[in-house]
Nanobody
Framework: QVQFVESGGGSVQPGGSLRLSCAAS????????MGWYRQFPGKERELVAT???????NYADSVKGRFTISRDNVKKTVWLQMNDLTPEDTAVYYC?????????WGQGTQVTVSS
């Protein structure tokens, strides 16, 4: 099994930056594809970025060039560096681990971008 603890959310002005962290416990982390998803009020959760255990990255078009996902398999941590934030990035962000059709989720962290 695996559990995630997210941190780093908060409020920031447009154009600002935040770095989300997701610390994992358990032995599965190194074999999981890790990712970040976000959910807008009244909407389905949507993919932001994923990273395989070997470091292959995938991004939603809306965040390409602004967000960077990274991971450290020794520290069992995945990060999402978010730059040039806009109000449209305001959402609850969830850490995700995926393997063999099973999703593992963190509790979510709120990101608010507002002037």
């Amino acid at each position: 099994q695996v559990q995630f603890v997210e941190s780093g959310g908060g409020s920031v002005q447009p154009g600002g930056s935040l770095r989300l962290s997701c610390a994992a416990s358990g032995s599965l982390f190194t074999i999981l594809r890790m990712g970040w998803y976000r959910q807008f009020p009244g909407k389905e959760r949507e993919l932001v970025a994923t990273i395989t255990r070997d470091g292959f990255r995938n991004y939603a078009d809306s965040v390409k060039g602004r967000f960077t996902i990274s991971r450290d398999n020794v520290k069992k941590t995945v990060w999402l560096q978010m730059n040039d934030l806009t109000p449209e990035d305001t959402a609850v962000y969830y850490c995700n681990g995926y393997r063999l059709s099973t999703n593992y989720w963190g509790q979510g962290t709120q990101v608010t971008v507002s002037s």
